[in-house]
């Protein structure tokens, strides 16, 4: 079956670092992205990995490690605009059929 | 960037009746579009690829003869939901990908709220 999980809630300060994990067990990988979605919104693209490693793109980073099934999106300088909820996606096929994770949501405090 | 056009942002409509929803991309052509289901706090279930010129492909657990998928033109996929129940009440999410994009990832509409009383 396809799974991909994510901590359900988190929380932190404005200013500090938060890394939000992801777990993937899926039939096929052909690349996860993250998006961000404040409530009742569309969800936005923050990342895309492909490849084992680290991406960085201004405050956020998401890194992919292949073999272990996992990812992490990094926030640094954290702002009271983010909190939202995060959301994991990962593409099976090839086709941009996405599978999500359960979502993170991340609320951060003055 | 791409964008994608979803209207209406939100309707109520009474159980029994039929709604429709519209999916439109801007400046760019989608031969592939999504529609999701998003209920509160959880995350975006996949219902079903809606293919320009063809059949759409439901995903498992969602009823075709339900919710029904034209994707009659590359800029436009409407998702009409029949038969309303308030069990329908849900969040409804479009997305699409404009293949010239490198950003690799799928631009969504902006949602549907359907709420059935």
């Known amino acids: 079956g396809q799974n991909i999980d994510q901590p359900t809630e988190m929380t932190a300060t404005e200013g500090a670092i938060v890394q939000i994990n992801c777990t993937y067990q899926?039939?096929?990988?052909?690349?996860l992205f993250w998006y961000q979605q404040h409530a009742g919104e569309a969800p936005t693209f923050l990342s895309y990995?492909?490849?084992?490693g680290l991406e960085e793109k201004g405050r956020f980073s998401s890194f992919l490690s292949r073999s272990k099934g996992y990812s992490y999106l990094l926030l640094k300088e954290l702002q009271m605009k983010d909190s939202a909820s995060y959301l994991c996606?990962?593409?099976?096929?090839?086709?941009?059929?996405?599978?999500f994770g359960t979502g993170t949501r991340l609320k951060v405090l003055a | 960037g791409a964008v994608v056009s979803q209207h209406p942002s939100r309707v109520i409509c009474k159980s029994g009746t039929s709604v429709k929803i519209e999916c439109r991309s801007l400046?760019?052509?989608?031969?592939?579009m999504f529609w999701y289901r998003q209920f509160p706090k959880q995350s975006l279930m996949l219902m079903a690829t809606?293919?320009?010129?063809?059949?759409?492909?439901?995903e498992q657990g969602v009823e075709k003869d339900k919710f029904l998928i034209n994707h009659a033109s590359l800029t436009l996929s409407t998702l009409t939901v029949t038969s309303a129940h308030p069990e329908d009440s849900s969040f409804y999410i479009c997305?699409?990908?404009?293949?010239?994009?490198?950003?690799?990832?799928?631009?969504f509409g902006s949602g549907t709220r359907l709420t059935v009383v």
């Open positions: 400046d760019f052509q989608a031969t592939t």
């Open positions: 809606s293919n320009e010129g063809s059949k759409a492909t439901y």
């Open positions: 997305s699409a990908r404009d293949s010239e994009d490198s950003n690799y990832g799928y631009t």
């Open positions: 990995n492909v490849l084992d």
């Open positions: 996606a990962v593409d099976t096929s090839g086709t941009y059929k996405y599978i």
């Open positions: 899926t039939s096929g990988f052909n690349g």
